[in-house]
Each structure stands twice: as C-alpha cells, then as structure tokens.
C-alpha cells in the first residue's frame, strides 16, 4: 500500500478502498468513505466453511488496502478446524475465537483499530449475497449484521438447482 493510501487519522479508511480486489481472491467489500459512521465496515463473503483455506487471501485483500491485519476474531463453532493463527504473506496473523456471532468477523489492524465485516454464509444464493454485502456496506447503515442477512434472505441456504 503506497503511503498517500494511508489515512492522515485512525480508524478511517484509505482513498484506495474502493478499488476492485483482483479476481481469485476474496469476496469482499469495503465501505468506501473515510468516516466509518456505519455499524459496519464491509463484508466477506467465503466459498466454504474451511477457514484454513478462506481466511488468508481475505487478510492478503484486506492488508493490501488497509495495511497490516494483527488479529481476526471470529464465532469457532461456524468453522472447520479453527487453528489459533496462520501465516499470511510471511506475517504470523492471530486468530480469535469467542461468540461473536456467526454473522461478523472482526478485524484488527495494528494494535487497536478494529473492523467489522458481515459475514456472508457460503451457501447462500449469489442475488441475496450480493444484496447484503452492498446493504453492509452504505455508510448509513444502521442495522446489524444478523438482521441484514434475515433481510436479505442470505441467512438461508439457496434452494436446490
């Protein structure tokens, strides 16, 4: 991440944000103001349940436009094998497990500034995914994670082909 990227004040997001993250890597989106004023900050939506083989290009896409991420908290129970960190682009990035919600994940860059994605279910439909990642992600946005996806329709599995 260039330096002119980088926020003047914490906690804001970078004038980069808004940029496409390259295909093959995370589903996500970012808020794309400076102000953080909505509850949350973005969105991810993975492919499976295997946080060993989602989370690191999360964290690659996420550092790539926010800078370092230190730690990423997260529900253990809506996860396969839970290890207790991995490694990212040579960078040791500390999970946390605690009930959080299955519906947020919760993301550390630095010491202290913390972020707070929705956290779209794998299998839902990709209209109802696309629906509650751009609703997570206006900066007015006053609902929390769990009724976005209620509202959505993104907290029940697509119906079969």
């Not at 990035?93 to 299955?102: C, L």
Request: aromatic share 4%; glycine share 6%; proline share 9%.
């Amino acid at each position: 991440m260039a330096d002119s990227d980088t926020p003047d004040l914490p906690g804001l997001l970078p004038d980069a944000v808004h940029r496409s993250v390259k295909p093959g890597t995370a589903l996500l989106r970012l808020e794309t103001t400076h102000a953080r004023e909505g509850i949350l900050d973005g969105a991810w939506w993975p492919r499976s349940r295997d946080i060993v083989a989602e989370l690191p290009s999360l964290i690659s896409a996420l550092s790539e436009h926010l800078g370092p991420v230190t730690r990423v908290g997260l529900d253990g129970s809506a996860w396969n094998g839970l290890p207790t960190r991995v490694m990212v682009d040579e960078r040791v990035v500390h999970i946390d497990s605690f009930p959080v919600g299955d519906d947020t994940v919760l993301i550390t860059r630095g010491e202290r500034d913390l972020f707070s994605l929705l956290l779209v279910p794998p299998d839902t439909s990709p209209d109802a995914a696309r629906a509650a990642m751009a609703r997570a992600v206006r900066a007015d946005n006053v609902t929390e994670a769990r009724q976005i996806l209620i509202d959505t329709g993104s907290d029940t599995p697509p119906a079969p082909a």
